[in-house]
């Protein structure tokens, strides 16, 4: 078993090391910095810390303002409430003019488990994806966090960062690279490819494991960067193992799934098998319970990758 | 106190700044007029009087700052960023126009002396107060303005910044509201009344201060006020809440709802601009 990191507590670190490096960095939240994990920053940096209270529209604005203003703003809040309920702020005060603010949203997907279906974001990836000079960021573990959290202050515009609440298994190394637009090859295969993103990348690698024991080869592409899409490592996939099998923590419609399918149809049309969730909301429960649930396991992911191939 | 030339060099400025948004909507075929003029006394004491700002020098880090949140009175602010130099008094020809810089709403990355992008209201309030956070953060005296409709303190997030600024106890920020009356659906009080202004902003320990919106002295006594007044100020943000009358200057266009978003016609325009004096 690998270790074990929430990357919403790689965020808290990677942030905390931002702070120290760059005095222009400034973090705010909307009463949730204790969840987010930017009150690590703000415990270090007081006078760099906003808390904005239970105003998660008005939050967004004070960062774009603050943008404006010369800071690189880290605003954090539950992707329920950072895509949903601050979508137009983020949509006017920050995609339209292209304005330097890092959106980090924890509580991304159905793995928040016990609050339910209400703060349980399934949308946010499709939302944010639809923004014109929007970037999008879904990393798969704590060190890719990090690393994605480095990436987004060095650039300059919004972004949009989605991190989970649960403990998941680390599949990067310490200290790895993150670039803005481009995918990674965890694993060679020929037979299909799994193309995942957030915690389901660690599933693909298990799926993939499994698979192999029946002589099938699957390879495994993690996108961390879902807007810019590494196009190209798509289309070489399709075109090198000739079936695709997405999967995400988020509905089929719109996010990862829905992004790759673009790619394909116009530049290589292959099978594909979209995991994820299917036009429907979650439920309170445990994390572990929620992913058997809606079939966002090892398991189910094979069961994709048989039904992929036979349609080869 | 400000010197009597000093007031009638102000007025004369805010009556050509008039004719400017007039002859401009009238070109656009398009726009927004009353709201426009009922701001200009306004955004005049702002911009030829009371902030530090270098035309030639747009993105100088010690300027002062504004914010037009009711981004619809967009023609009055070009009219003034014109009038100050940002750019050629020609471009206002170009108002809203495919290819212009000018566009209908306020745009940072395409207009010089445009701060932030403004037009969904509420936001641009918000943006102030991060502008003005930044501000003190980087140990910048400069003063942050902002320029609220009456029609837009209806938005929930004017009261999320409302209780943030003072929160923060934001004294180098300065918001003022165009108080005209009439929002598009008709007059503010019946749409949905927002009044009373003052004692809701003194609520939230505002320090507010309120105006006739026209009498240009009373203004900018009231924004010297603001950025250097009595104690009342210190460790508060203040609310100028200026009476105005929307469509103001142009008799048959005052105090209608139904000239705020609808630019004057040619016949309208002479008939305005013989008002104004300007022929």
Not at chain 1, 72 to 84: E, K, L, R, W, Y
Not at chain 1, 88 to 103: C, D, G, T, W
Not at chain 1, 127 to 136: E, K, Q, S, W
Not at chain 1, 282 to 287: I, K, M, R, W, Y
Request: aromatic share 6%.
């Amino acid at each position: 078993m690998s270790e074990m990191i929430a990357t919403r507590d790689a965020y808290g670190k990677a942030l905390l090391e931002l702070g120290r490096v760059n005095p222009r960095v400034v973090a705010l939240d909307a009463d949730l910095s204790g969840s987010t994990k930017t009150g690590v920053f703000g415990k270090e940096f007081p006078e760099r810390f906003f808390n904005a209270g239970i105003a998660e529209a008005n939050m967004v604005g004070m960062a774009a303002g603050m943008a404006a203003g010369g800071m690189i703003p880290f605003a954090s809040t539950f992707a329920v409430f950072a895509a949903g309920r601050a979508f137009e702020q983020i949509r006017q005060s920050l995609a339209y003019p292209k304005m330097n603010v890092k959106i980090v949203a924890t509580h991304g997907g159905i793995t928040v488990g016990e609050d339910g279906g209400s703060h349980q974001s399934i949308e946010d990836l499709a939302i944010m994806r639809a923004l014109p000079n929007m970037t999008v960021l879904c990393p798969a573990d704590g060190p890719e966090t990090e690393a994605a959290v480095q990436a987004a202050a060095a650039y300059n515009g919004p972004v949009f960062i989605r991190l989970g609440r649960s403990k998941v298994p680390v599949v990067f190394t310490e200290g790895c690279d993150f670039v803005i637009g481009r995918g990674a090859t965890l694993r060679q295969g020929t037979d299909l490819t799994f193309i995942t993103t957030g915690l389901m990348t660690a599933q693909a690698l298990e799926a993939a494991a499994i698979l192999a024991e029946g002589n099938i080869s699957a390879r495994v592409v993690h996108l961390g960067s879902i807007k810019p899409l590494d196009v190209d490592l798509v289309l070489q996939a399709a075109r090198e193992t000739g079936a695709i099998v997405t999967a995400e923590e988020h509905s089929v419609i719109g996010g990862l799934g829905g992004a790759v399918c673009e790619v394909l149809c116009e530049g290589f049309p292959v099978p594909v098998e979209r995991v994820g969730l299917r036009d429907v909301f979650g439920q309170s429960g445990l994390a572990e319970e929620l992913l058997a649930h809606y079939g966002l396991t090892p398991a189910y992911l094979v069961e994709a990758a048989e039904r992929v191939m036979r349609r080869k | 106190m400000l010197k009597e030339e000093t007031v009638r060099a102000l007025e004369q400025t805010a009556r050509q700044l008039r004719v400017e948004i007039l002859k401009m909507l009238n070109t656009a075929k398009s726009g927004h007029t009353g709201g426009s003029l009922s701001a200009i006394d306004v955004l005049t004491a702002l911009y030829f009087y009371q902030m530090r700002h270098d035309p030639s020098n747009p993105k100088w880090e010690d300027r002062d700052r504004f914010v037009l949140s009711k981004g619809h009175a967009a023609p009055a602010l070009y009219a003034c960023l014109a009038e100050a130099g940002y750019f050629s008094r020609d471009d206002l020809k170009t108002l809203r126009r495919f290819g212009s810089h000018l566009q209908g709403h306020p745009d940072m990355n395409k207009t010089p002396g445009v701060e932030v992008c403004t037009g969904s209201l509420g936001q641009g309030f918000s943006q102030a107060v991060g502008l003005a956070i930044a501000s003190k953060l980087a140990g910048r005296s400069a003063r942050i303005y902002s320029l609220l409709g009456d029609g837009e303190v209806q938005e929930g997030q004017i009261w999320e910044a409302t209780m943030a600024a003072a929160h923060y106890k934001l004294d180098n920020l300065c918001v003022i509201v165009d108080h005209n009356g009439l929002q598009i659906d008709g007059e503010v009080e019946k749409v949905m009344n927002v009044g009373p202004l003052g004692p809701k902003f003194l609520a939230f320990n505002w320090h507010v201060l309120e105006v006739d919106g026209h009498d240009i002295q009373a203004i900018c006594q009231a924004l010297e006020n603001a950025a250097e007044g009595d104690d009342e100020r210190v460790g508060r943000p203040t609310m100028i809440i200026a009476r105005t009358v929307k469509g103001k200057g142009v008799p048959f266009f005052e105090h209608k709802a139904s000239y705020h978003g609808v630019p004057p016609s040619d016949d309208e325009l002479n008939r305005a601009l013989e008002h104004l004096g300007h022929s």
